[in-house]
């Protein structure tokens, strides 16, 4: 078994996981008030209003407090 270390998604091969790597987080958002992490799709309904969909979080807006973890990524290794 071969998890991603970001999402903690399992796969079968390691090929599978190398291929998963290129586009992880790509699409994930993560919420600096809640550190609560989720995709794209259930942050947003237009594309373009940007909420944290955490009941008990009102974070919201991409760059203000969501941010994409491929950027958060990007920002460790510096
Ligand atoms: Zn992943
Ligand atoms: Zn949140």
Not at 63 to 75: F, G, N, P, Q, T
Request: charge should be negative.
């Amino acid at each position: 078994m071969h998890t991603c270390r970001l999402c903690n998604r399992s796969f079968s091969t390691e090929l599978q996981l190398e291929l998963h790597r290129d586009t992880c987080g790509e699409d994930e958002l993560l919420c600096g008030e809640c550190g609560e992490q989720f995709s794209e799709a259930a942050a947003t309904r237009d594309g373009w209003h940007y909420s944290c969909p955490n009941d008990d979080c009102d974070g919201g807006g991409l760059k203000e407090d969501l941010y994409r973890v491929s950027d958060a990524r990007l920002a460790e290794q510096r």
